[in-house]
C-alpha cells in the first residue's frame, strides 16, 4: 500500500554564504554574500528561486520586490541559462551569485554555454514577432529589474534591484 505521507524532496543545490570581511584576503571580492551552484535540470529552478529570494529579503530587498520582481526575473534567468545556455546539459551548471553594492542587490547568472549577444533578441511586441514562442523572457527580466547588463561572451547575466 503506497504511504500516505509525503517524502521530503532532496534538491542537488550547492550553497556557500559567506559574510564581508573588511580587509579580507586580496582577490576576494567582499560583496560576494551567497552563491548557489544550480544543476541543468528545470525541476530545480524553483527550488533555486526559494534560497535566493530568502537571502534577498535578509539583504534588505523588500518584500515585495523579492516576491514578485526577484522571482519571476529570477526564474526567467535560470531557466533561459539552463535551456538555452547551457542546452539541457546535466553534467553542466548554473553559477548564481548574490552581491550587496551600496544601496543594490545584485544577482549574477552564469551558464557554462556558449552566449549569446542580447542585442540580437527581437522585441517580442513587434508585429512579426507576437506569434513567435520564445524571447519573452529576456523582455520581462529588462521590465522586472532596475538595471541590467551582460558579459562580453553573453553567458552571464546581472540583475540589479534598488533596495528601498
Given amino acids: 500500500m503506497p504511504s500516505t505521507t509525503s517524502e521530503p524532496v532532496c534538491v542537488p543545490l550547492r550553497l556557500c554564504v ?12 567582499p560583496g ?44 526567467e534567468a535560470l531557466a533561459n541559462a539552463i535551456v538555452y545556455g547551457n542546452r539541457l546539459d546535466p553534467r553542466k551548471h548554473v553559477h548564481v551569485a548574490i552581491r550587496e553594492v551600496d544601496q543594490d542587490v545584485q544577482v549574477h547568472v552564469a551558464d557554462q554555454g556558449e552566449g549569446f549577444d542580447p542585442d540580437c533578441i527581437p522585441d517580442p511586441r513587434t508585429p512579426d514577432c507576437v506569434d513567435r514562442p520564445a524571447g519573452r523572457g529576456l523582455f520581462l527580466i529588462k521590465q522586472l529589474v532596475d538595471e541590467l547588463a551582460f558579459n562580453d561572451r553573453g553567458n552571464s547575466i546581472c540583475m540589479t534591484l534598488r533596495r528601498g
Fill in 18 to 29: 559567506r559574510r564581508p570581511v573588511p580587509g579580507g584576503p586580496e582577490g576576494v571580492d
Fill in 32 to 75: 560576494t554574500r551567497m552563491t548557489v551552484v544550480v544543476p541543468s535540470d528545470l525541476e530545480i529552478v524553483e527550488h533555486a528561486v526559494d534560497l535566493v529570494a530568502r537571502h534577498c529579503l535578509a539583504c534588505g530587498l523588500s518584500v515585495r520586490a523579492v516576491r514578485f520582481n526577484l522571482r519571476v526575473a529570477l526564474s
